[in-house]
């Protein structure tokens, strides 16, 4: 299942993004949601997850991004949210969502089918 992700853009060091993922055909709220970043000449690294509702919907951050980025769902909209704050040069990335995955840091994503992603830009 591939997933969308938009919100991205160009924000200036300190500012705030939130990015939405959104999906056709499924319900969101049934599976683990997982945030990736892909920055320039890089790998897929794992951001941030929320488990499905099940498992209570705990969440998960890689330690570069805790204190600053929350992770949340908006069932009514079908829509898992990543709120980042704070945001640093080193967040720039082309940021995408993916369903039943979860892996914090960098890893083997080799296998992924990522869906759109969306350009996180973090200039002055």
């Known amino acids: 299942v591939q997933l969308q992700a938009s919100g991205g853009g160009l924000v200036q060091p300190g500012g705030s993004l939130r990015l939405s993922c959104a999906a056709s055909?499924?319900?969101?709220?049934?599976?683990?949601i997982g945030w990736f970043r892909q920055a320039p000449g890089k790998g897929h690294e794992g951001v941030s997850c929320?488990?499905?509702?099940?498992?209570?919907?705990?969440?998960y951050y890689t330690d570069s991004v805790k204190g600053r980025f929350t992770i949340s769902r908006d069932n009514a909209k079908n829509t898992v949210y990543l709120q980042m704050n704070s945001l640093k040069p080193e967040d720039t990335a082309v940021y995408f969502c993916?369903?039943?995955?979860?892996?914090?840091?960098?890893?083997?994503?080799?296998?992924?089918?990522w869906g759109q992603g969306t350009q996180v830009t973090v200039s002055s």
């Open positions: 929320i488990d499905s509702e099940s498992d209570d919907g705990t969440t």
């Open positions: 993916a369903a039943d995955l979860c892996q914090l840091g960098y890893g083997d994503f080799e296998d992924v089918n």
């Open positions: 055909g499924i319900t969101l709220k049934y599976y683990t």
